[in-house]
């Protein structure tokens, strides 16, 4: 792969695999809600 | 305050989070992204992607889901209810009609493709296109789709698949959100996950000369990734990169809000909206742009694929990625094909489960129906709907749907919803119900955006389909007027490039394409006649005409030259633009349906409240 194409894939797959991983984990240890049943 | 019957609820947050990123994973993250990409100036196009993600697609969820969470709370579960309940004026319920209309009228044709992966999925187990070359693979599908022809020897299997298909997705929603919906999501998602890094992890580490492979997998992700930074000038790319977004994100479809309805009144709404959207750019933008488009190119080299694409990436999903896992041996193609349309079957299951659910509510919540009654009936709905789509798939009405229903109705209703939430509802109101119950702080810049840039943004988007230049040349535009593009939406209500054949019934039927008759065959007691000339870019393009010998009588001869206009045969024809005509009135008048239902539904409720 050429430079430019690899630093693009990199830095923008390296970016949403952080955010998704960031909110999915947020979304796991959140402590729910008082009056919320929920997990 | 009306409260319905309806009191179902999520069973879990997790769930809720994995079904609406199923929602909005499908078809298009593995299929039609890649293609886009390819189209639009490779890495280059993810810039106006995440652009348009982060002021359009981001606030667009926040606006969905809050709108969903806030009229929940009074009982309102389905769009026409939902933004009634933001504003009492009464068109804002007919808007809402939008918000049930698309998922029916998606969801037709949508399951149809479903169906597709199911057999798909058999087919690669058994071993069908084991020995077949290419072009077998290729015509595999043609022939699935030609409902007279059977593939297994089961007769009109296309039609069974799509009966089975649409009873799975019937019994799945008859269980309820917590029982049916979320327990599909909580297998499906991981599933198909699992299965795109499985087959991204092959797409990536190809080697050349494996199995007959010309290109590493690296080539294929060179290709896509390496930026054409002179595409960025061109509105043609920011209006394909604005109209993923609404592909992937199911935004403007009236599912997210129904899901968010069901969602308890002091749960987080702001962080699941971020996780759920997310996890689909994840899905598409990693896994999406690891697989069809590296193993293609590695087989078939980047002028073979780029052609391919032109044809979208439906076809290069069905009719050629068969024939390249059958490189991999018989064992590995028969996983590899199974992951693959597997992985499609669970993305557009999580899907369609999502477009039942508006109407479902609907039904429940204003009718007083029981969910399964309502199960049934959209199955039925969806039945009768869909069965245009697959007899008549080859006359267009299939992409006439995708077009109107799939398309133009996402982008109108969103608009409205855009400008209800941030100028009716009003941003204050809005703000309030986005960051209450948060579990993330909102950036304060979303509050701005919402009220001014979105709606911008989206209305833009409108026009640039309404006036779509011819070729996508921008420049073209002048205030003398400009030829417009066959895929705008004035030139497709015009049948612009609908070509000669432009009445509904004819006794003769015209060449479509300039070239000579290449080749006149009879496969199956069906003939074809096939043309082959250049086409406007000057590349060889072959067109196949089918015709009825008993019926037509044929007026051109082997190795004839042909000019677009000229008598091809006579006899009686039905012409492709009746089909698209009565495919269209099919969808005005589900649309006018469901406005009945609405005014049937509201007048109901003055009855209830003055009875009160």
Known sequence: MNTTALIMMVSVEVTVILLTGYFFYKVLTSRPKSGDEDD | ?612
């Open chain 2, 1 to 612: 305050m009306l409260m319905a019957g309806n009191q179902d609820k999520w069973g879990s947050r997790v769930g809720l989070v994995l079904a609406m990123a199923g929602n909005a994973v499908g078809f298009g993250n593995f299929l039609r992204f890649p293609v886009q990409a390819v189209q639009n100036g490779g890495g280059a196009f993810i810039i106006p992607y995440l652009v348009s993600f982060l002021v359009m697609g981001i606030p667009l969820l926040f606006i969905e889901w809050s709108s969903g969470r806030f009229a929940g709370k009074s009982g309102n579960h389905s769009a026409p209810s939902i933004m009634d309940s933001m504003d009492k004026r009464w068109i804002w319920k007919y808007v809402g009609v939008f918000g049930i209309f698309s998922n029916i009228a998606i969801a037709a044709y949508y399951c149809y493709m479903e169906s597709w992966t199911i057999s798909y999925v058999i087919h690669s187990l058994i071993g069908t296109f084991d020995s077949m070359n290419q072009s077998q693979v290729a015509h595999f599908f043609s022939d699935y789709l030609d409902v007279t022809t059977s593939t297994t020897g089961i007769p009109y299997e296309a039609i069974v698949m799509f009966v089975l298909c649409l009873a799975l997705n019937t019994y799945i929603l008859s269980r309820g959100l917590m029982d049916g919906v979320e327990k599909v999501a909580k297998i499906g998602v991981p599933l198909l996950i699992g299965f795109g890094i499985f087959l991204a992890i092959k797409g990536i580490t190809l080697k050349a000369s494996a199995g007959g492979a010309i290109n590493d997998g690296t080539v294929g992700l060179n290709f896509l990734w390496t930026p054409d930074f002179t595409s960025l000038s061109n509105p043609k790319v920011w209006l394909a990169a604005a109209g993923q977004i609404f592909f992937t994100l199911s935004v403007g479809m009236g599912s997210i809000q129904c899901y968010a309805s069901y969602v308890r009144k002091n749960q987080d709404i702001a962080l699941n909206a971020m996780s759920a959207g997310w996890m689909n750019e994840f899905v598409e933008i990693v896994l999406g742009s690891a697989i069809i488009i590296p193993i293609a190119i590695g087989y078939l080299g980047i002028d073979k694929v780029v052609e391919l694409t032109q044809i979208g990436g439906l076809g290069l999903g069905f009719r050629t990625m068969p024939f390249l896992f059958e490189q991999w041996g018989p064992i590995l193609s028969a996983v590899a094909g199974a992951a693959f349309f597997g992985m499609l079957f669970f993305a557009g299951i999580t899907s369609s489960l999502a477009m039942g659910t508006p109407g479902i509510s609907f039904l429940m919540d204003e009718f007083r129906w029981t969910r399964k009654n309502a199960a049934l009936s959209f199955g039925i709905i969806i039945l009768l709907l869909g069965l245009p789509t697959i007899f008549f798939f080859n006359e267009g009405v299939f992409d006439e749907y995708d077009y109107w229903a799939g398309t133009v109705s996402l982008v109108v209703f969103a608009l409205f919803e855009s400008i209800l939430f941030a100028w009716i509802f009003g941003m204050k109101k809005g703000w309030r119900e986005i960051t209450s119950g948060a579990d993330i702080k909102v950036p304060l810049v979303y509050k701005y955006i919402i009220k001014f840039v979105t709606p911008v943004a989206l209305i833009i988007v409108f026009l640039g389909a309404l006036v779509r230049p011819a070729n996508d040349d921008w420049s073209l535009l002048s205030f003398k007027g400009w030829t417009l593009h066959n895929e705008s939406i004035i030139g497709q209500l015009q049948h612009k490039g609908i070509g000669p054949n432009n009445t509904w019934f004819s006794d003769e039927f015209y060449t479509e394409n300039n070239g000579t008759v290449d080749s006149l065959y009879s496969v199956k007691n069906k003939s074809y006649v096939v043309i082959t000339g250049a086409n406007d870019n000057g590349a060889e393009q072959s067109k196949t005409y089918k015709f009825n010998p008993q019926k037509h009588q044929l007026n051109v001869t082997l190795g004839q030259d042909i000019i677009t206009g000229d008598k091809l045969y006579s006899g009686k024809v039905v012409n492709r633009v009746f089909y698209l005509d009565m495919a269209r009135v099919l969808l005005v008048s589900v649309f006018l349906f469901i406005c009945a239902l609405v005014y049937v539904a509201y007048k109901n409720r003055s009855r209830k409240e003055i009875a009160k």
